[in-house]
């Protein structure tokens, strides 16, 4: 990856949940010994990260229409989205994730750049996408 061209990136996650609450657990921080752990961190291995960057949605009765109208409003969908929908359709799930990082003199979420992918193996989630690009 080029730090100059490539100076954003994208990773998204996808996952079923039974309820719109059991969902919205599994996104909630939880905290422990003052330190807030969500599960979804525990599971793709990115215990912090800056929720600011971090989009995410549980859609009842899925289809890959429902979730265009959500990403549509992301931040340079633009860019990836013709990618991840054909990613999106072999995956069947009502939950999805995606996370933005940024290299530069404030960086954010910048574990992302080097993210591998992998989840733990009870993990509710499965990282299906990962792009970086130049910020349009």
Known sequence: MNATSENRVVCVWAGSF?????????????YDDDDAKP???????LEWYDEDF????????????????YVR???????????LKDV?????????????????E????KEL?????????DAKVVHIFKKAYAAP
């Open 39 to 45: 599960r979804f961190g525990i599971d793709t291995g």
């Open 88 to 104: 999106i359709a072999r995956h069947e799930a009502n939950a999805f994730i995606f996370m933005f990082g940024e290299h530069g």
């Open 18 to 30: 039974a309820s719109e609450d059991d969902y919205r657990c599994y996104m909630a921080m939880h």
């Open 113 to 121: 750049f080097d993210y591998d992918g992998r989840c733990g193996r």
């Open 54 to 69: 971090l989009e995410s949605w549980w859609i009842e009765g899925f289809s890959t229409e429902k979730l265009e109208i």
């Open 73 to 83: 409003g992301v931040l340079h969908s633009d860019v990836f989205y013709d990618e």
């Open 106 to 109: 404030d960086p954010i979420n």
